[in-house]
């Protein structure tokens, strides 16, 4: 059995439906859950944390059932928003405070020593949480949490109050720090670039459902549905009807996909009926340029000319906003800006890979 | 860049202004009577009035009485506190109307509601005696009824406390292996202490202030408003202002003390 697995579990919390979630997860592995605020993301974690107790469904952790094991018995870190330090003992009472709760984290394999050597928080010991910056309350509620030595951790959003920059750092040092003892985690977030760093899988939970889970280049390219589509950043999605299909080998089709009189052609693992409406799914970095030559000589296929309507810069990239027969949007650096000669009110010549279009059956 | 004067308002602000002008109107409202009643008072005569025995044996027991509810009312409202402000349960809205029902009560209707239960024949007034505790007219009664009109008080005021605790301060401690009762006597008594104490002080200074109730239930002995009351209509307003000038010095001491106490806590956390 896989190291933390949920299956089925139902929860009803106040007037909010936890409905049907099941995954899995490894030793070691970091599972991000990404969706909106109010989708639910909170309330699976605290059911998993045992705050509340599933209808119907059961969780294993460690081939143990916890599903109704009380919060403290479940050997489960859990990291909450801001961290949620005790703001009225020090930083040294902070990480102790396991060993007061309970005198079983006496002999659990971390040494407290040890452990703060590791996260480097010697010299913060005698203060109190409020004068500590992010990073610091990051790593001294971590440190508070592995004195208990629990099987995995929760992530509830704990960076989300954070400047961006230091989230990244933190993102990295947390990374590590999970990678190294090869802990297991859960990190919810709504926010996808933290979902997409952390998670060596990625769920998309929305309502209360988890829309999508799996690996996250899974998620990345292939979207089951609009909403996770959209979620991840697939900003060109278009509602198109299928054409032609044609068996190329034993998995792979040739399908023909018509939208406001373009037609694309896409190698899809997919089998989408003729005639049926798809919804085509283009990455904006999948949409790449083409000048004159290039376009006369490789003779590409879904090679489109269109006018840039507005070029914005977003830290070290561009966004390039398309329009013709169909609205893109694209993203490139500056040298292919450059190269291109992309300027706004030009037309330009865009190719689209047959392999980088996803099909999502309507 | 410590010496750097704050930066000041550009736009000259009426609302403000006007606000304030009602503010003055009300707090003079408050603090005029008193002063006129403390400046109007020779000196000599309050401190005749202090070396009579009446007088200060009721100033003495109105603090001994109040300082008993104010402990009482941490005792037996920190709980149910605790419950308004973590726990969800059906009827809490009932729970809490209760709760602030002494607030709408007539303190003489009070006084005369406690008398049912309390007096010689109601329920716990007849047991108690056997025990040979009586609430009529004795400083059991007088606590009983302070303790009825200050309840809301102390049990508000923690509540707030109690609200104002992070949940995910306590939800973090029952993950790090802390029982319910852990949770609840390291975190969040510790860090709603501060509302508890200014509870006991208001359910404190509340108390010191009870009349109506009081003097239903406990004529004598006399507490410092039933005997203030007493020479207002044995003696007229000269004999009884110089007591209540004792009196309000003896309790706004004792409150000024109290929340000196209250934030010496919070300037240290």
Known sequence: MSFLKVSNIQAKIENFLLKNISFELEKGQILAILGPSGAGKTLLLETIAGFYTPTSGQIYLDDQNITTLPVEKREIGFMFQDFALFPHWTVKENILSPIKFSKKYKKTNFDPEEIIKMLHIENLLGRYPSNLSGGEKQRVALARSLITNPKMFLFDEPMSALDARTREELREELLQILKKLSLSAIYVTHDHVEAFTLGDLVGIIKDGNLIQVGEKNQIFRKPNSKFVADFVGTENLFSSKIQFIKNISSDLSLIKAEYNQLTFEIYSKEKPSLKDSALLCIRPEDVTFLDESERESHNLKNTITLEVIDIVQIDFYYKIFLRGDISLKAISLKDTIKKYKIKIGEKVNVHIDPESIHIIKD | ?269
């Open chain 2, 1 to 269: 860049m410590k010496n750097m004067l704050n930066s000041k308002r550009i736009h000259f602000n009426w609302l403000f202004l006007s606000f304030w002008l009602f503010a003055m109107i009300i707090l003079g409202f408050i603090l005029l009577p008193l002063l006129e009643m403390l400046f109007e008072q020779p000196i000599g005569l309050i401190l005749k009035v202090a070396q009579m025995p009446d007088v200060t044996n009721s100033i003495l027991l109105s603090l001994e009485a109040s300082f008993i509810t104010a402990i009482i009312a941490a005792i037996f409202g920190t709980p149910l506190s605790y419950i308004l402000a973590r726990g969800q349960f059906p009827y809490k809205s009932l729970v809490e109307a209760i709760v602030n029902l002494p607030l709408a009560v007539p303190h003489t209707v009070a006084g005369i509601a406690l008398l049912f239960v309390f007096g010689r024949t109601g329920p716990i007034g007849r047991i108690t005696q056997n025990f040979g505790i009586s609430f009529w007219g004795t400083i059991f009664g007088i606590i009983v009824g302070m303790l009825f009109v200050s309840l809301p008080y102390m049990v508000n005021s923690a509540r707030l406390g109690f609200e104002s605790v992070d949940i995910r301060i306590e939800k973090a401690a029952r993950t790090l292996g802390a029982s319910n009762s852990q949770v609840f006597f390291h975190i969040s008594l510790p860090l709603a202490f501060r509302s508890i104490l200014s509870g006991i002080v208001l359910t404190y200074a509340r108390s010191i202030a009870e009349f109506g109730a009081v003097i239903i239930l406990a004529y004598h002995p006399e507490t410092a408003p039933v005997k203030i009351y007493e020479l207002f209509l044995t003696g007229g307003l000269k004999q009884s202002s110089a007591a209540a000038v004792l009196l309000l010095i003896v309790t706004i001491s004792t409150f000024i003390l109290f929340r000196y106490l209250t934030n010496f806590n919070k300037s240290r956390s």
